[in-house]
């Protein structure tokens, strides 16, 4: 599994220069190309659902509602996939997908004909059906004729993805030290397009040390590097540890713990993924999310909402917004001064020409807007339901019980503030930081 036969094999062979040129105008400087961004954001509006309720299965069943007849229609007559996100193995009960949203989105399926349903997820160490078992998934089988699987018992590709690794001076990023990917990943056929599936992914909002916060693209697209290629032998196989690729970009330089340009790296990557793996049906379960120490060891935050639509990156605008985002980065000091929650485009001078009204981060999510994967433009998401400021608002009552008096968004990552120093805290590409 050496390099040459990554690039003949991928369905990036012959064309990683060519997706390096579609990296957004304001991600290019790190990727060594000087073109624009291939497409425009999206002009047009996507209709996102948002239901609050005490009745944790309900409110995910009432929040694709309003989608029937589209969903019924998009999924015909492909069985469909449901990607939870089980990244503790069951242990931390916190930090996979509730047994509640996936019994409500099967609920949904059954009330619209739709009964060829898959639950399918690939775990560290392969202990995938321990953390099913774990999480109650189990008990599904009593209601629903559902199947579990692993992602990689129906095969894999392999993919190059961005790896700079780490800076020898600490606090200094290395940044890109390829124009083009270089480490090897295989990624799950059942979640690459195009796909026999119709794959629905279902997680909370949860804050994340590398990416800012985990949703329902993040959930696809680091979700999707298998660990092994044979599950019979978890772990045992001469296959390696391929789904690490994915994460060993983020790493810490030295003993101060201080992340160097992997941040970046991941964001690229997540983007260049982006048109292969966006799901066809988000559900964000916010009934309970994670803050702080995420995402695995953060602590709770109760909004009792759930999230839901057929374009995944509204969905994950909207989660972002209910999260406060912008508020938390912004009360982040980057060398001394507020973080910038927006992205800048540049003309062929050092002049900004536009500000997009969108937060900057998560950026991977912002580069897919400026891509027009999606809309991120929250004035052209018609949210069906509340206003996602009235979840913000509700934040600080919340956060008050824990003492911390008046929080109105999620309490980021610990490491956070580093990242945007030296990981992806780029804005002009014609003046880049850290060079």
């Keep these: 599994m050496n390099r040459r036969h990554f690039l003949r094999t991928s369905a990036l062979a012959g064309g990683a220069a060519l997706a390096l040129n579609r990296l957004p105008i304001v991600n290019q400087a790190r990727a060594g190309s000087s073109l624009p961004y291939a497409t425009a954001p999206l002009s047009t509006t996507s ?206 330089a030295g003993s101060s713990g201080v992340y160097t340009s992997g941040c970046q790296d991941l964001c690229d990557t997540l983007y260049m993924l982006a048109p292969l793996l966006g799901p066809d049906m988000s559900v964000i379960d916010a009934y309970q999310g994670m803050e702080g120490s995420g995402p695995t060891g953060g602590t709770a935050v109760n909004q009792q909402a759930a999230i839901a639509g057929l374009d995944w990156l509204a969905v994950d605008r909207v989660a972002v917004e209910i999260m406060n985002v912008a508020t938390a980065i912004t009360n982040v000091l980057v060398n001394g001064q507020p973080s910038d929650p927006t992205a800048y485009v540049y003309n062929n001078g050092n002049t900004p020409t536009q500000q997009w009204p969108w937060p900057m981060y998560p950026a991977a999510l912002n580069y897919c807007g400026q891509a027009g994967y999606g809309q991120y433009d929250l004035n052209l998401i018609d949210v069906l339901g509340p206003a996602p400021s009235t979840l913000q608002a509700a934040l600080p009552n919340q956060h008050a019980a824990s003492g911390n008096t008046g929080l109105n968004y999620y309490q980021l990552h610990p490491s956070i503030a580093e990242e945007l120093v030296v990981g992806y805290g780029l804005r002009n590409p014609l003046n880049p930081v850290n060079a």
Excluded at 78 to 101: E, F, M, W, Y
Excluded at 110 to 135: Q, R, W, Y
Excluded at 212 to 228: D, P, Q, R, V
């Design 47 to 252: 209709p996102v659902s948002l239901v609050t309720g005490s009745d944790h299965v309900d409110i995910v069943f009432q929040a694709l509602q309003p989608f029937k007849k589209q969903i019924a229609a998009a999924i015909g007559n492909r069985p469909v996939l449901i990607k939870p996100n089980c990244v503790s193995h069951g242990s931390t009960a916190l930090a996979d997908t509730p047994v509640q949203c996936i019994e409500g989105i099967l609920e949904f399926l059954k009330s619209i004909g739709k009964t060829d349903v898959t639950v399918a997820e690939n775990c560290p160490g392969g202990l995938l059906m321990t953390a099913f078992s774990n999480d109650g998934y189990f008990a599904l089988l009593k209601k629903y004729p559902v199947r579990f699987k692993d992602l990689s018992q129906e095969g894999s590709r392999p993919f190059l993805v961005w790896n700079s690794g780490m800076s020898a001076a600490v606090g200094t990023s290395s940044y890109r030290s390829t124009a083009n990917p270089s480490d090897g990943v295989l990624i799950s056929k059942m979640l690459l397009k195009p796909r026999k599936y119709f794959v629905i992914s279902a997680c909370r909002p949860k804050t994340h040390n590398y990416q800012i916060a985990t949703l329902s693209y993040k959930n696809m697209g680091m979700g999707s590097a298998l660990e092994n290629q044979t599950i019979y032998t978890p772990g045992q196989s001469g296959w390696t540890d391929v789904k690490q690729h994915m994460h060993w970009v983020a790493s810490s």
